[in-house]
């Protein structure tokens, strides 16, 4: 069963700092990755999509990377703003049948002013 | 931007009754999804319609629940008898093909089961 942990579980930092947040799955056999981020009562809202053939995806101060293998992902932050505060999610899609995604739990995000 | 809409936002129902949950999915995808998040948990996947029929559902969609697309715009979510468990916030999802693309997300509907 596709287990996905998130490091750390929250973070703050000041703003302007550059980011990390880590995602881990136990099950290398995925279709794609797909990072979100949620605010708070509010839905998600899709940031990057990695399909299992591709190592990255950058869309503008956000990057995404995959290492299949290895059972991870990262998404770097560039420039921090305190609007990037919110909760980011990363969630597989582990397909050969499956269609739902499985979440982690996420990391709780603010940027200090 | 296409957006996946649902209503009601938030609904509050008394233990035992009947829920429908709404979702309008963006035009042009065929996948629908249901997922839910209990207060300070992950967001579990409940089930998958394609089709007109489930694709595929998770333990959690039990004989309580089930989904229907029934005028071919509205996908709902129905939870027959709720239980205090229930509660939790509702996400609706649709996707252009199944697994290998981008899902989105409506805003969510918060079920309160009183």
């Known amino acids: 069963k596709q287990e996905v942990t998130q490091i750390p579980a929250a973070l703050s930092v000041p703003e302007g700092e550059n980011l990390v947040l880590n995602c881990s799955f136990t099950d290398s056999a995925i279709y794609n990755l797909q990072w979100f981020r949620q605010d708070p009562g509010k839905g998600l809202t899709s940031l990057l999509l990695?399909?299992?053939?591709?190592r990255e995806q950058t869309s503008g101060r956000l990057n995404a990377s995959l290492d299949k293998s290895s059972g991870r992902s990262t998404l770097y932050i560039a420039a921090s703003q305190p609007g990037d505060s919110a909760t980011y999610l990363c969630a597989v899609n582990s397909g050969g049948g499956a269609d739902g995604l499985t979440f982690g739990k996420g990391t709780h995000l603010i940027i200090q002013p | 931007e296409p957006e996946v809409t649902q209503t009601p936002s938030h609904q509050v129902t008394q233990m035992g009754q009947e829920v429908i949950l709404r979702c309008v999915p963006i035009?042009?995808?065929?996948?629908f999804y249901w997922y839910r998040q209990i207060l300070g948990q992950k967001v579990e996947f409940l089930v998958s319609?394609?089709?007109?029929?489930?694709?595929?559902k998770s333990e959690i969609f039990d004989d309580q629940f089930s989904v229907e697309r029934p005028d071919g715009s509205n996908f709902t979510l129905k939870i027959r008898s709720t239980k205090l468990e229930d509660s939790a916030m509702y996400f609706c999802?649709?996707?252009?093909?199944?697994?290998?693309?981008?899902?989105?997300f409506g805003q969510g509907t918060r079920l309160t089961v009183v």
């Open positions: 990695i399909q299992s053939s591709q």
């Open positions: 035009s042009n995808h065929l996948y």
């Open positions: 999802a649709t996707s252009i093909e199944r697994s290998n693309t981008e899902a989105f």
């Open positions: 319609f394609y089709n007109n029929e489930i694709s595929e």
